[in-house]
């Protein structure tokens, strides 16, 4: 299996800060990386694909980049409404993973 | 506007089976380039991918759980369902269930999830 850590595993931030979360996998998985943004009791929601496309509807503060086995998710300007955990997930595998986790929460 | 529904008993006893249908509607469960999988959510943990299937039937599995996990597809009721059997304490999550779409190259991303529904394991 291709294991996915996160850091940092959670960070206070203010809003109108910029914040950088990063994946790791335990190979190469070229750009077959996507992130999510899970709020307390729902569903996740799908943010960014193919390591850096933007999904439709997600607002452009939200930003990603990397390939091989180290990606950044940025959230540049952060909004209340961004306080929530955030999670990768490979697809290079069939066996699909997902990173532990990121909890950003208010400062 | 494409919508899962996850349906099936909360509360399941030990070593039985846990069965779980996700209804999808404003969308055909049988259109190409889309998987629809499972995945689970421990209480306080992380995300767990539990399988996945094609509408022609096709399926691939967690290694984890792949011995204990059946998912079938009923294209005339547009659902797809998940049995897990053998169920321990360990099983308890929330699970959900997604639209898994599929592009280039065996990019594969979740763009369209369930509510979830929360699945207790006692007797």
């Known amino acids: 299996d291709i294991q996915m850590t996160q850091s940092p595993s959670s960070l206070s931030a203010s809003v109108g800060d910029t914040v950088t979360i990063t994946c790791r996998a335990s190979?190469?998985?070229?750009?077959?990386l996507n992130w999510y943004q899970q709020k307390p009791g729902k569903a996740p929601n799908l943010l960014i694909y193919a390591a850096s496309s933007l999904q439709s509807g997600v607002p452009s503060r939200f930003s990603g980049s990397g390939s091989g086995t180290d990606f950044t998710l940025t959230i540049s300007s952060l909004q209340p409404e961004d306080f929530a955990t955030y999670y990768c997930?490979?697809?290079?595998?069939?066996?699909?993973?997902f990173g532990p986790g990121t909890k950003v929460d208010i400062k | 506007q494409l919508q899962l529904q996850e349906s099936g008993p909360g509360l399941v006893k030990p070593s039985e089976t846990l069965s779980l249908t996700c209804t999808v509607s404003?969308?055909?469960?049988?259109?190409?380039?889309?998987?629809w999988g499972w995945i689970r959510q421990s209480p306080g943990k992380g995300l767990e991918w539990i399988g996945s299937m094609y509408y022609s039937g096709s399926t691939y599995f967690n290694p984890s759980l792949k011995s204990r996990v059946i998912i079938s597809v009923d294209t005339s009721k547009n659902q797809f369902s998940l049995e897990l059997t053998s169920v321990t304490a360990a099983d308890a999550a929330v699970y959900y269930c997604?639209?898994?779409?599929?592009?280039?190259?065996?990019?594969?991303?979740?763009?369209?999830w369930g509510q979830g529904t929360r699945v207790t394991v006692s007797s």
């Open positions: 997604a639209r898994q779409t599929y592009e280039y190259g065996g990019l594969y991303y979740f763009d369209y």
């Open positions: 997930q490979q697809s290079y595998s069939t066996q699909l993973t």
């Open positions: 404003g969308g055909s469960i049988s259109s190409s380039s889309y998987y």
């Open positions: 190979q190469s998985i070229s750009s077959y």
